[in-house]
């Protein structure tokens, strides 16, 4: 990759493509010596959108300012203490009620900001002041509430409070509960409720088909969500047919069981059912393909229909090229991005991160890693652990420890991960003294050992040809309970050279595949005494693609699909202070102001 002028080839790609900013990146490969070191400082370049602006404020007058001033202080107070009653009864005064705007604009925030259990906290206490009339959207608001965060027994209790009250069933309150049974992982009692209001009321809503299939397939349970999907689609007679978030979750379902045939199918639906596509949906399809090409044609459709990559799908195709192996197609769609105007997220700079980390490129990681900082996006533990691998590949075991104390000094805890990448570079060089050095370091943390460490310290052993103790580690790793992955059996199969240690071996490898199927019966006839479902366990230490991935071959994102109805928000997203400007005036009805509570629980 050659630098023109005093330009990078990112910088000269998107001078090419301004004609159309959105087009796919154009990645030309020219290789020189170190070129590529040059071209990765240009993401120090500044951004202007970047750069964050404090946000002008207009006040109506002084006693407004005061008030709003007032309101941001009591929510940072909330924020720190994690709980909201103890400042709220500090605000009120004793002669005096809280204002009701004030009242309800920080539960329209907390329900923005979708920290439900604030929410919940604030409506439990309302409910028990004399100056609060707690009306039936209060209570709709507190089912809501105690439904996202899965705590079915207290969404159950509000529901039996409100039927008791004389207050009519309603399809909100239902849905709810429904939902607090799904997150509970009680999935047989959220179908009750579905099939209750489909044959008794209240008529199910297009919300409560979007989480009912959703629990089905949290649940794994994919017949069922294909089931109703399937009716809504084929339903004549149906109200509503299927949305586009429902396509999603299908699109989403499919990728989950395998079977991305059907996947594509259901994308290709949507345009035929006129069903709207957004960056969500293709970054569904992107999220499960494994070839560089195969992401790198999904985005250029994507382009081709007029729809503008977010941040995820700039991500998922950094990441695919990434684990390509072409780094300069990475580092220039990262640059890309940049020049959209999309601000990168965490995830994104450590997908970047990974992708020099994973070819030992150090210089280049470093420049990345310095961005992130510049860009105020804080790094994680993942971060530091890519940090510590690309010193590793380096073969730069010296930085790698300089790092893992930095790593501490940031305030970060080691683990598991981080420990065995320190090792596998000891391994990798041969020095097992340092290997079993950073175990016991990593012992009195007390951080567990998986598969992965066990293995690495059975490949050290394996390469001084050191039988006994590879025997030793290897029934340890059994005595500890775990399964011993495909390469930790062939080091031990390797080094047998003796007759009596080739019996060993085979006896210790056939007796793991018994016991490997006594736990897996055991396990799936397991019962979950709580609802009387099947309930399989986690069987991922015995899959060798899962034990390949926790050998220590460092990835930074495990799951990139954003879109269906997600209550997490990015840690790096940036929020907007509304402040109060978005209640109603004082000269307002107050029915004015539930409603409009009201309006956005029905539309959330």
Same mark, same amino acid.
């Given at each position: 990759?050659e ?5 990078s080839?990112l ?15 154009c ?7 170190g070129s590529l070191e040059v071209v ?11 750069q964050?602006r404090k ?19 009591m ?5 720190e203490?994690?709980?909201a009653?103890?400042v ?10 809280l204002?009701?705007d004030l009242?309800?604009?920080t ?34 608001m507190? !089912? ?10 207290r969404?159950e209790?509000?529901?039996k409070?409100?039927n ?6 309603s ?9 607090a ?12 409720i ?14 409560t088909?979007?989480i ?6 949290e649940?794994?349970k994919?017949e069922e969500a294909e089931a ?9 007679r ?11 979750m299908?699109?989403?379902? /499919? ?7 059907q ?6 639906q ?8 957004s960056?969500?949906t293709f970054n ?5 393909e ?6 790198s044609?999904? /985005? ?18 950094i ?22 105007g ?7 700079y ?9 070819s ?5 990681a ?5 961005s992130?900082r510049?860009?105020k996006?804080?790094?994680d ?9 690309? /010193? ?5 075991m010296?930085g ?10 940031d305030?970060?805890?080691p683990n598991?991960?981080?420990y065995g ?19 016991e370091?990593m ?13 690495? !310290?059975?490949?050290? /052993? ?36 003796t ?5 060993e071996?085979?006896?210790l490898?056939i007796?793991?595949g018994?016991?490997l199927?006594?736990?897996m ?5 397991d ?6 479902e099947?309930?399989i ?7 060798e ?10 990835k ?12 997490e928000?990015?840690?790096d ?6 402040g109060?400007d978005?209640i109603s005036s004082?000269?307002?009805?107050e029915?004015s ?12």
């Amino acid at each position: 990759m050659e630098v023109v002028a005093s330009q990078s080839l990112l910088s000269f790609s998107s001078n090419l493509c301004k004609a159309k900013v959105y087009r796919k990146p154009c990645l030309q490969s020219v290789k020189t010596n170190g070129s590529l070191e040059v071209v990765a400082r240009g993401m120090l370049a500044p951004r202007k959108f970047m750069q964050r602006r404090k946000k002008e404020e207009v006040f109506k007058d002084a006693v407004d300012e005061m008030e709003q001033k007032n309101w941001r202080r009591m929510m940072r107070e909330i924020e720190e203490q994690g709980c909201a009653v103890p400042v709220l009864r500090v605000q009120r005064t004793k002669a005096q009620a809280l204002p009701r705007d004030l009242v309800l604009g920080t539960l329209v925030r907390f329900k923005q900001l979708k920290k439900w259990g604030i929410v919940g906290e604030i409506l439990e206490w309302l409910r028990s002041q004399h100056w609060w009339e707690f009306s039936e959207m209060d209570f709709l608001m507190l !089912i809501t509430a105690y439904g996202k965060t899965g705590d079915f027994n207290r969404a159950e209790r509000v529901l039996k409070y409100m039927n008791k009250k004389g207050y009519t069933p309603s399809v909100i309150s239902h849905t709810a509960l429904m939902e607090a049974y799904g997150r509970a992982g009680q999935c047989s009692k959220a179908e009750g409720i579905f099939r209750r209001m489909k044959s008794s009321g209240p008529e199910p809503s297009p919300l409560t088909y979007q989480i009912i299939v959703k629990t089905f397939v949290e649940a794994n349970k994919f017949e069922e969500a294909e089931a109703v999907f399937q009716d809504l689609l084929n339903e004549e007679r149906a109200s509503f047919k299927p949305d586009q978030k429902m396509f999603h979750m299908m699109i989403y379902m /499919y990728r989950k069981a395998g079977n991305y045939n059907q996947a594509r199918k259901t994308f290709s639906q949507m345009a035929e059912k006129g069903i709207p596509q957004s960056a969500v949906t293709f970054n569904s399809l992107m999220s499960f393909e494994t070839s560089y090409k195969e992401v790198s044609s999904i /985005y250029d459709q994507m382009q081709r229909s007029g729809i503008r990559p977010d941040v995820v799908s700039y991500t998922l195709l950094i990441s695919a090229y990434g684990k390509a192996r072409r780094e300069d197609e990475a580092l220039a769609v990262f640059e890309e991005m940049l020049n959209a105007g999309v601000r990168p997220t965490r995830k994104a700079y450590n997908v970047l991160l990974d992708a020099f980390a994973i070819s030992g490129m150090l210089q280049e990681a470093k420049t990345v890693f310095k961005s992130m900082r510049r860009d105020k996006v804080s790094p994680d533990l993942c971060s530091y652990a890519t940090m510590i691998s690309a /010193y590793v590949n380096a073969s730069d075991m010296d930085g790698a420890e300089k790092f893992f104390r930095r790593l501490k000094e940031d305030g970060l805890k080691p683990n598991v991960i981080v420990y065995g990448t320190l090792m596998k570079g000891y391994a990798k060089t041969n020095n097992i003294e340092r290997v079993m050095r950073v175990y016991e370091r990593m012992r009195m943390q007390g951080v567990e050992s998986n598969q992965a460490i066990y293995t690495i !310290i059975m490949d050290s /052993y394996g390469k001084n040809s050191d039988f006994e103790s590879a025997v030793v580690w290897f029934k340890e790793m059994r005595r500890r309970g775990l399964s011993p992955d495909q390469k930790a059996k062939n080091i031990l199969l390797s080094l047998a050279k003796t007759p009596e240690e080739q019996e060993e071996a085979n006896e210790l490898v056939i007796n793991e595949g018994s016991d490997l199927c006594e736990q897996m019966t055991s396990k799936s006839n397991d019962v979950d005494d709580s609802n009387g479902e099947e309930t399989i366990g986690d069987l991922s230490s015995f899959d060798e693609n899962e034990a390949k991935v926790h050998h220590l071959e460092r990835k930074t994102i495990e799951y990139l699909y954003i879109g269906y109805n997600s209550d997490e928000d990015e840690d790096d997203d940036e929020m907007v202070d509304e402040g109060l400007d978005f209640i109603s005036s004082e000269e307002k009805e107050e029915l004015s102001l539930g409603k409009k509570l009201f309006d956005s629980e029905i539309g959330n």
